[in-house]
Structures are given as C-alpha cells and as structure tokens.
C-alpha cells in the first residue's frame, strides 16, 4: 500500500512541475536560483521600465515600460540567436498581474551573457493603472 501511494504521489509532483513548465509559471523576481529568468509586476508604488543593455556598445537591445496591473516574465537561451554578435535569445510576455501563469510568445536576439545586463529601473510614484487613468482617477 506504501508503494503505491509512493508512486502516486511521484507522479502527481511530475505532472505538477511538467505543467508548471508548459503554463510558464512564474514568481516575482525569479525563481531563487540562477536559471537566468526574471518576473517583475507594475504596481501603483513600484512601477517597472526594464532594459536590457549590450555592454559591449553601451546601447539599449531591448525596453519595456511595464503599465501597472501587469506582470512581466522574461528568460534567456543560449545559442539560440541568429549569428555570434547575439547568439542569445530572450523569450518575454506580459499579462495581468494577478493571473499567476501565462506564456512568454515574444523573442529578441541577444548578446551573450557577458555582453548582456538587465536593466530594471522603477518609475516615479504613484502611477495609476491603464484604466484609471483613462477615466480620469
């Protein structure tokens, strides 16, 4: 009987974590460990633009001023890239901040990751969201 609910329980975790890996599962500034994916959510009182910067040149690859109410995941592959000035990719998508999975659709070319840094900066504050600003509060 132990056996079995040991085998149930294994397989319940790989298809929790195989699931985890589809939906694109994120937590809010990375996943605590050096896996070179980011997470960062806009909100009133920390309103995110994130940069990445080739060091290389100094010039800005990629920006993004993130609207309050949303999250932004962000991940890079090695050797994905279209030739060897970016031989990198990042893959990046955003959704609404409270939605906990969603999928990174979008893809830049990279510099490598000694060539590369990424530049989050927060916004002056308070920043209302899309929607309050255009109603006007």
């Known amino acids: ?5 040991t085998s ?16 694109a599962c994120h937590y809010e500034g990375g996943a605590y460990y050096s896996d070179d994916k980011y997470t960062y959510v806009s909100r009133t ?8 910067i080739d060091t290389r040149s ?7 001023d993130l609207p309050v109410g949303q999250k932004l995941s962000l991940g890079f592959r090695e050797g994905s890239g279209p030739n060897q000035d970016y031989p ?17 659709r ?3 070319p990279m510099p490598p990751s000694h060539a590369r840094r990424l530049d989050p900066v ?3 504050v308070p920043e209302s969201p899309p929607a309050a600003q255009a109603s006007g509060g």
């Open 106 to 108: 979008n893809q830049v």
């Open 122 to 124: 927060l916004r002056p």
């Open 8 to 23: 149930r329980t294994l397989c319940l975790i790989g298809a929790l974590c195989a699931s985890g890996a589809l939906s």
């Open 58 to 64: 100094g010039d800005t690859v990629w920006t993004i």
């Open 1 to 5: 009987m132990t056996t079995r609910r």
């Open 45 to 52: 009182w920390s309103p995110w633009t994130v940069s990445v």
């Open 88 to 104: 990198d990719m990042m893959d990046w998508g955003t959704w609404p901040s409270d939605q906990h999975a969603g999928q990174r």
